[in-house]
């Protein structure tokens, strides 16, 4: 390389599935030469399911128009932007003002760096769940502001320890990131947990970052923090379609806040794409219109998987809540499973992970990379079909015996 790399570059890695999807794809290479199965991967959250047949239609439609070939506004199509404040005034009760408050997103991962370059300055703090979404973290290290992990644990829901919190230094720190239901653990969301975090951000002047992806996945009731009367002031909220419309590769998404926070974040925004495309956003549009029998059915076949890949956690011996909300199940690797070496320091997950991938062909995710507090866990996607869990789960049988 002719030049040497930013020094901000040096704060982050590669994505951890980026370089672990790599490896399997040299497996499979492997496998598929030497004639046996490719590896199962269980790890990663994307909806294999199809999307609205209206969207996809709405899509095949708008894109036959020469006209909507073009760039696109920054901020979206205005039918959009109503669609999206239409969508949370139905499902969440929440009013917002298409035209000031909505964001329109390249899928709201976009919107964790978007939202650390518009507000945070080198050396600022940010509060960062532990176990959490990797990508707060990266954010926050690009940004050149100063990580601080705050505790999520089983014996508290895995929600935040907030007499621990009003305890510890909060100087210079701005935002705060938070999910719920929570990825990886599962955790749902409660009224009374965002009520707690809105007085929090308002008392100490920190902008509360609700990540909101998954609050219609074996969840019957979604919530968003900006139900909370007042959270408008201190809160903005990231949402997508990725999850809830089987849409994780459309790259749709959109933030939700104050219009002068919607500003701020417009002005980095605007420097860095050229609007997303009409097609897509009017197959967007089509999406939100889904009725309640759309999650019916969503959730009646992530239901039935959760079942599946409780019956591989009972196999391996991890424990796990039955009845956790996402896309994912959240699994304890106790000390003294017969997956365990005593002589390697690795994490319980991470040797149990790499003993069912090596050995079985079937990837869980390790619990470390989502921090500390993950180290004894594994993670299963409820993303496959019944019978590829079922598959899995054979596989998994074998090399036990």
């Known amino acids: 390389m002719i030049i040497t790399p930013a020094k901000r570059t040096g704060s982050v890695q590669e994505y951890y599935f980026s370089r672990k999807l790599k490896e399997i794809d ?68 929440v009013s917002l003002d298409p035209a000031r408050e909505i964001q329109p997103l390249v899928g709201s991962k976009e919107g964790i760096l978007l939202i650390s370059l518009a507000f945070l300055d080198k050396g600022d703090k ?96 979604p919530l968003s923090i900006l139900a909370v009367p007042g959270a408008k002031e201190c809160c903005l909220e990231l949402n997508s379609l990725s999850k809830a419309h089987n849409m994780s590769g459309w790259r749709i998404g959109m933030v939700a806040a104050e219009a002068e926070t919607i500003a701020q974040i417009l002005k980095v925004k605007s420097q860095m794409d050229s609007g997303m495309f009409r097609p897509l956003q009017e197959a967007a549009v089509a999406a939100l ?66 003993r069912i991938l090596y050995d079985a062909g079937v990837f869980v995710t390790p619990g470390f990379i989502f921090g500390k507090n993950g180290r004894d866990y594994i993670r299963i996607s409820l993303c496959a079909k019944p019978e590829v869990l079922e598959r899995s789960a054979a596989k998994i049988s074998d090399i036990m015996k």
């Open 126 to 221: 940010v509060l960062v769940p532990d176990p959490g979404y990797p990508t707060y973290s990266s954010a926050t290290a690009l940004a050149e502001a100063e990580l601080v992990p705050y505790d999520l644990r089983a014996d508290n829901g895995w929600q935040p320890d907030f007499e621990a919190l009003e305890e510890s230094d909060l100087t210079g720190v701005k935002i705060m990131w938070t999910n719920y239901p929570n990825m990886p653990t599962g955790a749902p969301a409660t009224m009374e947990l965002y009520r707690k975090l809105a007085d929090f951000g308002r008392r100490h002047g920190i902008l509360i970052c609700n990540d909101n992806p998954y609050s219609f996945i074996l969840n019957d009731n």
């Open 289 to 354: 219109e889904q009725g309640p029998e759309w999650f019916r059915a969503l959730n009646a076949e992530y239901r039935r998987r959760r079942v599946l890949a409780g019956r591989i956690f009972d196999m391996i011996g991890a424990e796990y809540d039955h009845d956790s909300s996402g896309m994912f199940l959240w699994g304890r690797i106790s000390h003294d499973n017969r997956f365990l070496s005593p002589d390697s320091s690795a994490s319980a997950g991470e040797q149990v992970s790499d």
């Open 26 to 93: 040299r497996m499979n290479a492997e496998r598929d030469a030497a004639g046996t199965d490719r590896v199962i991967n269980l790890g990663i959250g994307a909806p294999d399911g199809m999307p609205p047949a209206e969207a996809i239609e709405a899509l095949k439609r708008s894109a036959s128009l020469p006209g909507n070939h073009a760039y696109q506004s920054y901020v979206g199509i205005p039918q959009l932007r109503e669609a999206f404040a239409g969508w949370y005034a139905r499902y969440y009760g």
